[in-house]
């Protein structure tokens, strides 16, 4: 049987930060908040035109940021083979749908990485695979507990696949684990 798992930390790669930005990468893996496990990942680097195609847009703002991002990251986004979005966005569910069960998906910010990625599943028609009140911010926890620092970052800055990676393991260090839950054995 296929561990389910609760949490699930997402990053986007987009060219644009309002809902109905056009979405060139999914990065995403799934967690255990409580024992710290990272389990399955999530990656796919979709069409720029199929983005287009169904009314999603661009925004010359992103458009210079992403210029001025490093090669690294870059490469990880725009090069390489691309998934059409609507069959990136249904392999994105059949793997939340495989891995979790009702999960909490997490976001670097309240209005930005879930508020995208549903506008692209209501762009194509897709029912998204998450539950809107189980969507969850990472950028509140962090500055709820700036006093822990961040782990070192393992990987690319700015390719979602690894900064999903990096503020999962930053979550667990900053809420996750037995010793950051009460437990009653141990107010006794």
Not at 33 to 60: A, C, K
Not at 114 to 136: F, M
Not at 148 to 156: R, V
Request: proline share 5%; with cysteine.
């Amino acid at each position: 049987m296929i561990q389910q798992y609760h949490h699930v930390m997402l990053d986007l790669a987009t060219m644009g930060t309002t809902p109905g930005s056009a979405i060139v990468s999914i990065g995403a893996v799934a967690f255990d908040l409580l024992s710290g496990d990272i389990g399955p990942e999530f990656e796919s680097r979709i069409s720029l035109q199929s983005n287009i195609d169904v009314g999603l847009s661009m925004d010359p703002e992103t458009i210079e940021w992403w210029i001025g991002q490093s090669d690294d990251a870059r490469q990880h986004t725009f090069r390489g083979p691309q998934t059409h979005l609507a069959l990136a966005l249904n392999n994105f569910k059949g793997w939340m749908l495989e891995h979790t069960h009702d999960p909490d998906l997490w976001g670097n910010g309240a209005r930005i990485d879930n508020t995208l990625l549903a506008a692209a599943y209501r762009a194509t028609g897709i029912a998204a695979p998450w539950r809107w009140w189980n969507d969850r911010c990472f950028r509140t926890i962090r500055s709820l507990y700036s006093d822990i620092p961040a782990p070192e970052f393992l990987g690319t800055r700015h390719r979602a696949l690894d900064d999903a990676r990096h503020q999962a393991r930053h979550l667990i260090a900053m809420i996750g684990g037995p010793e950051n839950h009460f437990s009653p054995e141990a107010s006794q």
